[in-house]
């Protein structure tokens, strides 16, 4: 089975590290994938296939069958770009996961990803379209060890609250896979790599985000100042600040809206409408301007496809990221990037 589908060589940036900690060479590596020896990992676009060839001949030459795992917890989810990002930017692990699922393209192709609730158990899925088992279980076992470190930090979970399905057999011991993923395993199951755990975690708060109301004199948020809502955010510009972080973070899952940011903030809609009156602004004109200033920057970079920049700015489709863009600039997104790289940035300053 030959897997064309898309991917970018960022995906597996911290091979080079882990190749250098085993003493092997990668110009060798790279060549047996018809990969050029002077890769750099930083983005090019290439057969799936190319990097499941490429760690397997890495797991091979280290004789470490399990060194997929060591790979996954090294990822850097800054280094995956919007993919990356999206993953840590929701309210809650359900939205973390959502944004994950709907940023995935901009990563890589042929990949289907879902959440299924069924008696209290939430199962996350990652399924790779046209993979061979065999062929992907190096990449497959690096999904899951990367999804299992990230899981834990965003809903706090230990590691006994998180089981892991990895589509392959063992290819050792099972005390190495629960040493090094610290989950509870099983081998051999559905067609692509599973978490599971209680669904009450998918509505946790997301223990990464940055949005918690401001400290009391003791140094952690006064609880009942949270419940009273308005009067935790005395202050308007961290208020206003707050409403930018979660904007953001709602925008990579598609989830952006007035009721689901007010109640992240402790809130009520009409009072946060009030408060960002006085302000001179509003909910949908700070989504707007937002929107506005990250499309003219993501613009300047000329590897973003205009579908990834808007899908991460939380349009449904191209179309209505281009009609709001004509809006904002008089032209359309192309257009503006062609004008600003033949001014040699200058269309990006406003």
Known sequence: ??????VRTSLVHML????????LPLPPLLT??????????????????????????LAQQAGDP?????????????????TGRALFAGRTLRECLAALARQMPSLQ????????????????????????????????EGVAAFMAKAVRAIAGMEPEHLGVSLPHRAQAPIRVYEDKLASRLSFGTGDGVALTFDAAWLDRPNLLMAVAPPETDAGRPDLAHRVAGDAVWRDD?????????????AALSGALGLADTARSL???PRSLQRRLAGLGTSFETCVDEWRHRQARRYLMDAELPVGSIGRALGYSHPAH???????????????????ARAGGGAGSQR
């Open 266 to 268: 402790g809130i009520s």
């Open 237 to 249: 510009g961290a208020l206003l600040g707050a409403v930018l972080r979660l904007v953001e973070g």
């Open 32 to 57: 047996k994938a018809g990969l050029p020896p002077e890769e750099a990992f930083t983005g090019d676009v290439v057969a799936r296939a190319q990097i499941c060839t490429l760690l397997a001949h």
């Open 66 to 82: 399990t060194i997929g795992l060591d790979l996954g917890a090294m990822g850097d989810p800054a280094l995956l770009g919007m």
């Open 16 to 23: 080079p590290t882990v190749a250098d900690r085993h003493g």
């Open 109 to 140: 192709g042929g990949v289907a990803l879902w959440v299924d609730e069924r008696d209290g158990v939430a199962r996350w899925g990652q399924c790779m379209a046209d993979s061979d088992r065999g062929h992907a279980r190096v990449l497959n």
């Open 321 to 339: 990221f281009v009609r709001a863009f004509r809006r904002w600039e008089g032209h359309t997104p192309l257009s503006f990037r062609r004008a």
């Open 1 to 6: 089975m030959w897997d064309r589908n898309p």
